[in-house]
């Protein structure tokens, strides 16, 4: 994803709200933009063995946002500050 000449790769990332957490993949130029926008989330470099099939397809089609335009429960998250 490219935005302006940046470079974007996408990062997987987790809210942990403490019962749970909620996945999502986010279009960044690096983790720690992403960490320093978005402190709630925490940026996981190694996807997990059980984030595959299914839960993988869920991620990518209902909670994947790029980090300029949050969207949906991204943005949420951001309003509920």
């Known amino acids: 994803m490219e935005d302006h000449g940046i470079v974007k790769k996408r990062y997987l990332a987790v809210y942990d709200y403490g019962m749970g957490g909620i996945w999502c993949y986010i279009h960044a130029e ?4 992403i ?4 402190p ?6 190694k996807e997990p063995d059980w984030h595959q099939g299914e839960h ?3 991620t990518e089609e209902k909670f994947t946002y790029d980090i300029d335009k949050p969207t949906g429960w991204l ?6 500050r």
């Open 75 to 80: 943005l949420n998250l951001v309003n509920s």
């Open 40 to 45: 709630e989330l925490k940026v996981i470099e």
């Open 56 to 58: 993988r397809t869920i």
């Open 35 to 38: 960490e320093k926008l978005y």
């Open 30 to 33: 690096s983790a720690e933009q």
